[in-house]
């Protein structure tokens, strides 16, 4: 071992890591910690190329920093390209390797959940669970939520939505078990007032979009301009022009 990996190793040491060998290869190794042998919760990048530097990570303690056996201001002008674009690796690698313990986390945490879920099942018992989406539209954390599940229902705000409207979204099934053929299409659900009457109005998404791309091209749109503003391919509009061009005959 050499004398910087000695270095290293004793910097580690110091913080609580205690890896097997240090691996100087530019890339974030996981090892284990002084509390938790047994488990991989700490962390480290390792460089050797001047300016020699090291990244290391406890999680069991929160612990994180940066050791570099050149001093910043000893660096030339030269040499300081090298150390920032190291920064910026070990930021890169460091925020990636904290995401996936979050997911990892996540998992972990919703086994015994999917555990009491999978026992209320055996039991006859049926339950709803309502979550959040994010901000892709798919449901927030980890998608082993929708492993045992039987059937997973999206609400969507539509495109074409004003405030002013109050309950109007589309409904996708996202996971359905034994939910074949039309009742498995997505449709648009209205809540109506009449009078002193709540109804709801229910719609097809493919009637919603039909309807749409008729005022579009009542109003002289071109095919490229419906699908830019309906968000589709130029493909799609002309499948649904076609249906539209059907229903009128």
């Not at 913080?15 to 002084?34: Q, V």
């Not at 229910?202 to 749409?212: A, C, K, M, S, T």
């Amino acid at each position: 071992m050499t004398d910087l990996l000695h270095t290293f190793h004793d910097v580690l040491g110091q913080h609580g890591l205690i890896p097997e060998a240090i691996l100087a290869d530019d890339t974030l190794h996981r090892c284990p910690t002084e509390s938790k042998p047994r488990k991989l919760n700490g962390a480290y990048i390792a460089h050797l190329d001047k300016p020699a530097t090291l990244w290391w990570c406890n999680w069991e303690i929160d612990d994180q920093g940066t050791f570099c056996a050149e001093e910043k201001q000893t660096l030339s002008i030269s040499e300081m390209p090298a150390w920032q674009e190291r920064q910026q690796s070990i930021r890169r690698q460091r925020e990636a390797e904290c995401a996936r313990r979050h997911k990892e986390n996540e998992s972990q945490s919703w086994q015994a959940m999917q555990a009491w879920l999978l026992d209320l099942r055996r039991r006859g018992i049926t339950v709803l669970l309502i979550h959040h989406a994010g901000k892709s539209g798919d449901q927030r954390g980890t998608s082993a939520k929708e492993d045992i599940m039987d059937t997973v229902i999206s609400l969507r705000r539509p495109r074409e939505y004003a405030m002013a409207e109050g309950a109007r979204f589309e409904v996708h099934l996202t996971k359905a078990r034994g939910i074949l053929g039309d009742d498995a299409k997505p449709f648009e659900a209205n809540l109506i007032t009449e009078g002193n009457a709540l109804h709801w109005q229910v719609r097809e998404i493919e009637d919603v979009e039909l309807e749409e791309l008729k005022k579009l091209l009542g109003e002289g749109y071109s095919i490229r301009d419906c699908a830019e503003e309906m968000g589709k391919t130029k493909g799609a509009i002309q499948r649904l022009k076609k249906r539209l061009e059907a229903c009128s005959k």
